[in-house]
């Protein structure tokens, strides 16, 4: 199973929107609306920011929205803050019963 | 408050066995899925495992496939990871995670601080 693909980095100014992608194929993101999107601030654990493509956990920020469309999902940020300042990953479930990670993208605020 | 705390990690030969443990509290441990994800020092998550509630669902990256067993124990509400035949590229931060496996709310929700595994003569 191949790693969802991921930009390695994106940048933004503080009260932009950026946008990371994440592409798959049609045996998982293309396949399923079982993508989620992790935050993980240097030296910490990943935490649970989108699931089910579109959905916020309860506490997350509402500035924190998802997308799909074909085999891409896509995660977007607005109004950029210093916080938001992280890595961040995609994961979907597969056709394989099994899950996929993205490489994932560092993001930047400038 | 739910949390889950990894245990076990260390430095072990290549070849040689390892195994981890997830303590689960603040939740009703045996109503979730449960999984293991690594992540390699300066590199992505990478999925590892993962296990039902009742533990009769098992599967595996087969990166591990053959090597590796995750368990569970849902009278001590503990998570394990057998880990044998162990090369470098084992090398990696394990977390716990719980993994919520509902028709409306799939992902890994709640994680563990995670254990460091090192893979070195």
């Known amino acids: 199973q191949s790693a969802l693909t991921q930009p390695a980095s994106v940048s933004g100014s503080p009260g932009q929107s950026i946008t990371i992608s994440c592409t798959g194929t049609?045996?998982?993101?293309?396949?399923?609306?079982?993508v989620s999107w992790y935050q993980q601030h240097s030296g910490t654990a990943p935490k649970l920011m989108i699931y089910?493509?579109?959905n916020r956990p309860s506490g997350v920020s509402n500035r924190f929205s998802g997308s799909k469309s074909a085999n891409t999902a896509s995660l977007t940020i607005s109004g950029l803050q210093a916080e938001d300042e992280a890595d961040y990953y995609c994961?979907?479930?597969?056709?394989?019963?099994?899950?996929?990670f993205g490489g994932g993208t560092k993001l930047t605020v400038l | 408050q739910v949390q889950l705390v990894e245990s076990g990690g260390g430095l072990v030969k290549p070849g040689g066995s390892l195994r981890l443990s997830c303590a689960a509290s603040?939740?009703?441990?045996?109503?979730?899925?449960m999984s293991w994800i690594r992540q390699a020092p300066g590199k992505g998550l990478e999925w590892v495992s993962y296990?039902?509630?009742?533990?009769?669902?098992?599967y595996y990256a087969d990166s591990v496939k053959g090597r590796f067993t995750i368990s569970r124990d849902n009278v001590k509400h503990l998570l394990y990871l057998q880990m044998n035949s162990l090369r470098a590229e084992d090398t990696a931060i394990y977390y716990c995670?719980?993994?919520?496996?509902?028709?409306?709310?799939?992902?890994?929700?709640?994680w563990g601080q995670g254990t460091m595994v090192t893979v070195s003569s």
């Open positions: 995670a719980r993994l919520r496996y509902s028709g409306s709310y799939i992902a890994f929700d709640i």
């Open positions: 603040g939740f009703t441990f045996s109503d979730y899925y």
């Open positions: 994961a979907s479930y597969t056709r394989s019963n099994t899950w996929v």
């Open positions: 089910d493509v579109t």
């Open positions: 296990i039902s509630s009742s533990g009769n669902t098992i």
């Open positions: 049609s045996s998982d993101v293309g396949d399923y609306n079982y």
